[in-house]
């Protein structure tokens, strides 16, 4: 059994060139999404395959959607990060999410975060820095995400009686602060009574998760 090997600081390879797009064609559509059919070579043997798929029909520019990782911190170290809490139809059930949405046209991801941020729960954020895009289920959707790291200051005037806009209100959003420390297990007790929960919200706690138990 052949084991790969870790590559050297910067040698990351570049990737490989697509193979070639045969035919696309939707399927269906609606307001927001498309169901698409591609028709492509195979890379391995040059064989024609087809490959179903659902893109956003909302997309203005290389990203879709942000999500917004808002960080409180606390003087006694008990830092803590925002969620949102909703009804989501395809799932059938209640999510524990990062606040997110759509990018506008003419809008960056910075400005779209934060703009979400503002709406979905009041609070007005400072940037951090941001990630590159990121594919959640690359076998399903073209869909694309970008996360946006903020920071929330409670002392600002404008996040003292923080307000959610009125159509977030009409969608029954909510908002709650879950502490960073032990957020892989706070995440995985709330799973277990009938959440789902979000995989980009996981993914972090995962890497706290590893960073503590592992001594990273």
């Not at 975060?113 to 400072?126: C, D, H």
């Amino acid at each position: 059994m052949s084991h790969a090997k870790p590559l050297s600081a910067g040698a990351i390879p570049q990737a490989p060139a697509s193979p070639s797009t045969i035919e696309k064609k939707t399927l269906a559509a609606s307001k927001f999404l498309r169901f698409v059919n591609v028709d492509y070579n195979r890379p391995v043997d040059s064989a024609k395959v087809s490959w179903q798929y659902v893109e956003r029909t909302t997309r203005k520019g290389e990203v879709d959607a942000v999500n917004i990782f808002a960080i409180l911190k606390k003087k006694d170290g008990n830092h803590v990060v925002l969620v949102v809490k909703q009804y989501r139809p395809p799932l059938g059930k209640y999510t524990i999410e990062l606040p997110a949405g759509l990018v506008d046209n003419n809008e960056s991801p910075k400005e779209a975060a934060l703009r979400e941020l503002k709406e979905e729960t009041g609070y007005v954020g400072q940037f951090v820095g941001s990630t590159g895009q990121q594919f959640l289920s690359p076998g399903l959707t073209n869909e694309n995400m970008v996360t946006i790291f903020a920071e929330i200051d409670p002392d600002l005037p404008e996040n003292r009686n923080p307000k959610q806009s009125k159509e977030d209100r009409k969608m029954g959003i909510t908002k709650e602060w879950l502490p960073l420390k032990n957020l892989h297990e706070t995440l995985a007790k709330y799973e277990s009574h009938g959440w789902g929960v979000f995989g980009g919200l996981y993914a972090v706690a995962h890497g706290l998760y590893i960073k503590e138990r592992m001594g990273l």
